[in-house]
């Protein structure tokens, strides 16, 4: 089974701070995507990625960056976080076989910025 | 605006009744995916539909694509309480490179009380 990993659960920062979260793929997908679910709004793609050193702004890049070092890893970046930016993170991975299987979401971090 | 909207947002039902949730959107889909999301957990991909006017079914779950693939539905016979979750539809959008970017609708938060 594929497997994406995001590194916490839980996550309270204070306002200004730089904060990274972390996701891991362990099948060798290209494509990478960091979404934030808010109640109402569904899921809102903020950044993704189809390479290494690669991305793309989604539709909320705002207050956002990203990084893809190396093919496994995507990391999302809240340069000076901000109380508007408390949310649920979502991080998925995608293969070629989209219509089989669709993306394989990590289990999300709930970050609060207070 | 809500690209693909969903409707409705909340659904509280009691166990054997039938249900139906609703996508539509005024832009044309390539494909569209239905998702399941239980609490703690990130969405899984229930099914995929291609083609206009295509029907699956997934033992209670029908899922069908409209004929001009702007719109979908997802319906339950016989729900249970194991159907309660947050179901999510989203579609990747005819035309250009979209690197499997997927638009998703806001949400339907189903409970079935037994």
């Known amino acids: 089974d594929v497997k994406v990993t995001q590194s916490s659960r839980y996550l309270v920062k204070r306002t200004g701070e730089k904060v990274f979260l972390e996701c891991v793929q362990d099948m060798d997908h290209e494509n990478m995507f960091w979404y934030r679910q808010d109640p109402g709004l569904g899921l809102r793609l903020i950044y993704f990625s189809y390479d290494v050193k690669m991305k793309e702004k989604g539709d909320i890049p705002e207050g956002y960056s990203v990084s893809r070092e190396k093919k496994e890893r995507f990391s999302l970046i809240l340069e000076s976080a901000s109380t508007n930016q408390t949310s649920m993170y979502l991080c998925?991975?995608?293969?070629?076989?989209?219509?089989?299987?669709?993306?394989?979401f990590g289990s999300g971090t709930r970050l609060t910025v207070v | 605006t809500q690209l693909l909207e969903q409707s409705p947002q909340f659904l509280s039902i009691q166990e054997g009744e039938n249900l139906t949730v609703y996508c539509n959107s005024s832009?044309?889909?390539?494909?569209l995916q239905w998702y399941r999301q239980e609490p703690g957990e990130g969405p899984v991909l229930l099914v995929t539909v291609v083609t206009g006017g295509e029907v699956k079914k997934l033992k209670r779950l029908t899922f069908q694509f409209g004929d001009a693939r702007k719109d979908s539905s997802l319906h339950i016979t016989a729900a249970q309480p194991g159907d309660t979750g947050l179901y999510l539809c989203?579609?990747?959008?005819?035309?250009?490179?979209?690197?499997?970017?997927?638009?998703f609708g806001q949400g339907t938060i189903l409970t079935v009380h037994p």
């Open positions: 989203a579609g990747l959008l005819a035309g250009g490179t979209s690197y499997g970017k997927l638009t």
């Open positions: 998925a991975s995608l293969n070629r076989e989209f219509e089989v299987d669709g993306y394989t």
């Open positions: 832009s044309v889909f390539s494909s």
